[in-house]
């Protein structure tokens, strides 16, 4: 699951297709939420939560998400340990009836099928279940972000967390296939730049990366690593000259080319298989109901995008001053917010 959709992901082979759907559509339709599974799944997801929360990657990851969106908002609140506490099947159960609906939900089916087991899938859900009441419109409230530059104290943490991001456009908004290359030169692959200078020159690192997270009705740039705590604001240094960087010198044709082969590869992997497909088609129509006249605009962009565009999207999008940064670990540091 994420924030924004709740999904269920299904193997089965051919001679087994009718049997082992049936038992799916089963358990979506007629789920029980047994008492003593529920105390089971409460017990254990309370205490991996408790031993995540020990972690300077979650502490640093969850400040970010609260600091960009506010601790109120559905992106920036999160579970606590007490919520396992007061999980019941009434709420389970009020919760899948008010959201689980045929009509704002997908199906994906890919591989070897015909015909006649479309309609045994489809005919499978349709039940009344589905539509016990309408769906309920769902908006993201208003958010402002106020914090950019915050800190979560771990004691005796030998490492600091560190995450550095704004927000972006929705997936489907015309500048994201260049920024997902833009993105990709900065941090999105093992050549990036801020590999190349944080890990290989500096040293501070074994590994740092920068990802587009889409959401239901924005996105999110994040720059993430681990560091050592004495190099901490030296590495939020080097990733901002990395982003100034952008901002001010054309990339070369050398590194576009090299980066256009990698895209390209990363692009056409992403539908290699059924399960590559049907992850792929889910994604898409999850995010603004998107189509492959989506990734036939991405492929455009990765192969026809300049240098000069890269600039401009740079400038747009990559102002440090306008970066939250979050840092956890045991080593405070004058101007941030704890």
Same mark, same amino acid.
Request: charged letters at 20%.
């Given at each position: 699951?994420?924030?924004?959709?709740?999904?269920?992901?299904?193997?089965?082979?051919? @001679?087994?297709?009718?049997?082992?759907?049936?038992?799916?559509?089963?358990?979506?339709?007629?789920?029980?939420?047994?008492?003593?599974?529920?105390?089971?799944?409460? /017990?254990?997801?309370?205490?991996?939560?408790?031993?995540?929360?020990?972690k300077?990657?979650?502490?640093?990851?969850?400040?970010?998400?609260?600091?960009?969106?506010?601790?109120?908002?559905?992106?920036?609140?999160?579970?606590?340990?007490?919520?396992?506490?007061?999980?019941?099947?009434?709420?389970?159960?009020?919760?899948?009836?008010?959201?689980?609906?045929?009509?704002?939900?997908?199906?994906v089916?890919?591989?070897?099928?015909?015909?006649?087991?479309?309609?045994?899938?489809?005919?499978?859900?349709?039940n009344?279940?589905?539509?016990?009441?309408?769906?309920?419109?769902?908006?993201?409230?208003?958010?402002?972000?106020?914090?950019?530059?915050?800190?979560?104290?771990?004691?005796?943490?030998?490492?600091?967390?560190?995450?550095?991001?704004?927000?972006?456009?929705?997936?489907?908004?015309?500048?994201?296939?260049?920024?997902?290359?833009?993105?990709?030169?900065?941090?999105?692959?093992?050549?990036?730049?801020?590999?190349?200078n944080?890990?290989?020159d500096k040293?501070?690192?074994?590994?740092?990366?920068?990802?587009?997270?889409?959401?239901?009705?924005?996105?999110?740039?994040?720059?993430?690593?681990?560091?050592?705590?004495?190099?901490?604001? @030296?590495?939020?240094?080097?990733?901002?000259?990395?982003?100034? @960087?952008?901002?001010?010198?054309?990339?070369?044709?050398?590194?576009?080319?090299?980066?256009?082969?990698?895209?390209?590869?990363?692009?056409?992997?992403?539908?290699?298989?059924?399960?590559?497909?049907?992850?792929?088609?889910?994604?898409?129509?999850?995010?603004?109901?998107?189509?492959?006249?989506?990734?036939?605009?991405?492929?455009?962009?990765?192969n026809?995008?300049?240098?000069?565009?890269?600039?401009?999207?740079?400038? /747009?999008?990559?102002?440090?001053?306008?970066?939250?940064?979050?840092?956890?670990?045991?080593?405070?540091?004058?101007?941030?917010?704890?």
């Amino acid at each position: 699951f994420s924030r924004d959709f709740a999904s269920v992901t299904f193997y089965t082979i051919g @001679k087994h297709f009718y049997r082992s759907l049936d038992v799916l559509a089963d358990i979506l339709t007629n789920p029980t939420y047994p008492q003593h599974e529920l105390e089971l799944f409460c /017990k254990k997801g309370k205490q991996s939560l408790l031993v995540d929360l020990e972690k300077v990657s979650t502490l640093s990851r969850q400040r970010f998400f609260s600091a960009l969106f506010g601790s109120n908002h559905p992106y920036g609140s999160f579970a606590t340990p007490n919520d396992y506490d007061v999980l019941s099947q009434t709420v389970l159960v009020q919760f899948r009836n008010r959201y689980h609906k045929a009509s704002n939900g997908l199906i994906v089916i890919a591989g070897k099928v015909d015909a006649k087991q479309v309609d045994f899938l489809v005919n499978g859900f349709n039940n009344p279940i589905f539509e016990q009441c309408d769906d309920i419109e769902l908006g993201l409230p208003s958010f402002t972000t106020t914090d950019y530059r915050v800190f979560s104290y771990k004691k005796d943490a030998v490492q600091a967390a560190l995450r550095i991001g704004r927000v972006l456009p929705k997936r489907n908004h015309p500048d994201m296939p260049g920024l997902v290359v833009l993105n990709t030169i900065l941090g999105g692959y093992f050549g990036s730049r801020l590999m190349r200078n944080i890990r290989e020159d500096k040293g501070f690192t074994y590994g740092i990366s920068s990802f587009i997270i889409p959401m239901a009705e924005l996105s999110a740039l994040v720059v993430s690593t681990e560091v050592g705590s004495a190099f901490t604001e @030296k590495t939020v240094d080097e990733v901002f000259k990395e982003m100034i @960087k952008l901002q001010t010198e054309p990339v070369s044709n050398d590194e576009l080319e090299l980066v256009r082969g990698y895209m390209t590869g990363q692009v056409l992997r992403t539908f290699d298989g059924p399960f590559a497909i049907a992850d792929s088609l889910a994604s898409l129509f999850q995010y603004n109901n998107l189509d492959f006249e989506y990734i036939n605009n991405l492929i455009r962009t990765i192969n026809e995008i300049t240098p000069t565009q890269l600039l401009g999207l740079a400038k /747009k999008y990559l102002d440090v001053d306008r970066m939250v940064v979050s840092i956890a670990g045991s080593k405070r540091i004058r101007g941030y917010k704890e």
